[in-house]
């Protein structure tokens, strides 16, 4: 039977790992057959990285997992298994895993991950080393924001440059045809032409006026 101070080792180790696990992300690796030379060199570039690389035991992160409720990874655990953490870049874990995943195959071999909380199998894990590293996705970012900066800086400092001339020249050249859309939009209103005064009306004589005969004038004596 072990004794206290293995148990209190062991979980000493279980709690470690449980912490490990609330990292931001990890890939899981089995790694059997990697030369002491591969596995010295896939070290020093995870530490430029400031990623975590350790070998596990198996027994003990199956305690691990459960207390953070990654029960999918307990049949993972199996076999020779190291893990690869990180508190900083999230993609810098899958990234190099998979660098050395191609280039040694036989023998090196992703079994699974997990981000923010959640368990990645292997080929998710593999879909997120393909997203550039964190310093380049932030360049990325920083260049769009400034994109329209700089675009606005030139044509200001071009403008500043030529001291206007553009600006006067453009307005010269739009003048005329701004009076002509004027004419066309505002066409020349012609006057109606005056008519002719009406004839004044002829005062109609009465029926009896006009049945009545003419009075004959009498001849002087």
Known sequence: MPSEKILAEKKKIVEEMTESLKSQS????????ITVVEDTELRVKMRDA?????????????LAIKNV?????????VGTTSLAISKDDPIAPARIIKEYADKLPNYFDIKAGFMDGKVLS??????????PA???LQAQFLGTLLAPITSLAVVLKAAAEKGGEIS?????????????????????????AKEDSAPEPVEAKTEAEAEAPAKEETPAE
């Open 50 to 62: 400031n990623v975590n690389y350790s070998v596990i035991r198996n027994r003990l992160m199956k």
């Open 69 to 77: 409720g990654f029960d999918d990874l307990e049949s993972i655990l």
């Open 26 to 33: 990890g890939v899981f690796v089995d790694y059997k057959g």
């Open 122 to 131: 292997a080929d998710e894990v593999k879909a997120i080393a393909s997203i």
């Open 168 to 192: 006067d020249a453009s307005a010269t050249e739009k003048a005329p045809a701004d009076v002509e859309e004027k004419a066309v939009a505002e066409p020349i209103k012609e006057e109606p």
């Open 134 to 136: 964190l310093p380049l």
